[in-house]
């Protein structure tokens, strides 16, 4: 199988997609993260939290 045929997720900490391995065969289905980091960070405020619209601005 070529890894262009291999099902694909999104992670839901970075957005970026990520493909299956074969280490998350037997559960698949409950992989959400794409690395230990974004499973680290999924609950942290980091550089993906949501800016202050530039619109917003108190002058």
Same mark, same amino acid.
């Given at each position: 199988? @070529? &890894?262009?045929?291999?099902?694909?997720?999104?992670?839901?900490?970075?957005?970026?997609?990520?493909?299956?391995? @074969? &280490?998350?065969a037997e559960n698949w289905h409950d992989v959400k993260y794409c690395s230990n980091r974004c499973r680290r960070e999924k609950n942290s405020p980091g550089k993906n939290a949501a800016a202050p619209s530039p619109n917003n601005s108190h002058t």
């Open positions: 199988m @070529k &890894k262009r045929d291999l099902p694909t997720k999104t992670c839901p900490v970075c957005h970026r997609p990520f493909s299956w391995r @074969k &280490k998350w």
